[in-house]
Nanobody
Framework: VQLQASGGGLVRPGGSLRLSCALAGHTVTIDELGWYRQAPRKERELVATLSRGGTTNASDSVKGRFTVSRDYIKNMVYLQANNLKREDTAVYYC?????????????WGPGTQVTVSS
């Protein structure tokens, strides 16, 4: 499975962005998709996840503002980020984990920068 995130940029506080992650390869083997972020001088942290069964999970810091979704036809996963705050500034990464031919995998795509600033 390969991942490619896009959609980052500069946005004012209170604004919105939709991040996209293109999926390629054996996408039917994906058990869970996730969005993570890493701010300067901080560790990478979970933003939101979406399981194969459609269950979503979001960190407390983004709950009610960010939504993760998947388009199976387009092979895309999205992170809709609303009411952005300065503390949301980070590089955002998409992640996929699953099993292929009996082996567990966990893959990352290159990140996309989100900067929230006035």
């Amino acid at each position: 499975v390969q991942l490619q995130a896009s959609g980052g940029g500069l946005v004012r506080p209170g604004g919105s962005l939709r991040l996209s992650c293109a999926l390629a390869g054996h996408t039917v083997t994906i058990d869970e998709l996730g969005w993570y972020r890493q701010a300067p001088r901080k560790e990478r942290e979970l933003v939101a996840t979406l399981s194969r069964g459609g269950t979503t999970n979001a960190s407390d810091s983004v709950k009610g503002r960010f939504t993760v979704s998947r388009d199976y036809i387009k092979n895309m996963v999205y992170l809709q980020a609303n009411n952005l705050k300065r503390e949301d500034t980070a590089v955002y990464y998409c992640n996929a984990e699953g099993r292929y031919e009996g082996k567990y995998y966990n893959v990352w795509g290159p990140g996309t920068q989100v900067t929230v600033s006035s």
